[in-house]
Every structure is written in C-alpha cells, then in structure tokens.
C-alpha cells in the first residue's frame, strides 16, 4: 500500500492543448473574471453597402413596379430604411414592409428579404442586444 510521508495535499496536475481562459488546480479556489459587453460596430463601409443595397432595391422596384405600385412601394422602402437605422432596429416595421411586399409586390418580395436579411442589418440587430436577436429570429427568421 502507498504511504505517503508528509501530511496535507498531494495535488497533481497537467494542463496541455490550446488553453483559452483561466485554470486554476487546487483548494479553495475562487475565481472571478469580468467581461464587458462586447461592442459590435457597423463600419462606415458596411453601411455604405447596406445603402448600396437599398438603392438597387429602389432600382429594381422602379424598373418592375406597375405604375400604381411604384410609390406605394418605394414609400415602403423608405419605411424600411428608417426602421434599419433606427438606434433599435424596428422589426416589427420590418416584418410588415417584408409581409407588404409578399402580398402586393411579390417580384420583389425576394430582394425586400434579402435586404431584411442582409449582414450588415444582422450586425445592427445584434448591437441592439440579445432581446432584439432573439424578436428578430421570432418575427423574421422564417424566410
């Protein structure tokens, strides 16, 4: 039988691979770590992309909208420009310019989408907080 010939603990440990974090072996221990919130930030770029986005959208509104669906239309895109850039995103007008599209403009109602869906909007939903990613999944995420 092993016997040990001084008293107290006998702590052995092997920490190997990529460790990211703290570790901490032995008794007693107690840890505390602080992180800040994580900033997520819209470049000038990104925006500058976002709004290349919406011009084309306009674009291509214009090229296939009937007459009498042209401004109501583009009205709508306005709409859906202010609620992107709002400090939080209003997805509730987003959904609904998205839902407008889909039941009066439907040859369009893809691109309205993949605008809703764009990155850069996904990055200003994000900024917003977990509670609007979460609405967003809810209100948006189906397409």
Do not use: N
Request: contains cysteine; aromatic residues 4%.
């Amino acid at each position: 039988m092993f016997k040990r010939k001084h008293s107290g603990d006998d702590i052995e440990a092997h920490v190997t691979g990529p460790v990211q974090g703290q570790v901490a072996i032995g008794r007693d221990i107690a840890q505390q770590q602080s992180v800040g919130a994580m900033a997520v930030e819209v470049t000038p770029d990104e925006r500058a992309q976002l709004q290349q986005a919406l011009a084309e959208l306009r674009s291509q509104i214009t090229a296939l909208a009937p007459p009498e669906r042209c401004g109501p239309a583009l009205e709508r895109i306005d709409e859906l420009e202010e609620a992107i850039a709002a400090p939080r995103p209003d997805l509730t007008t987003m959904q609904y310019v998205r839902g407008w599209f889909a039941k009066h403009l439907p040859a369009v109602a893809g691109s309205v989408a993949g605008v809703v869906i764009h990155p850069v909007v996904g990055k200003l939903v994000a900024a917003a907080g977990d509670a609007a990613v979460a609405q967003f999944e809810q209100l948006l995420g189906d397409g």
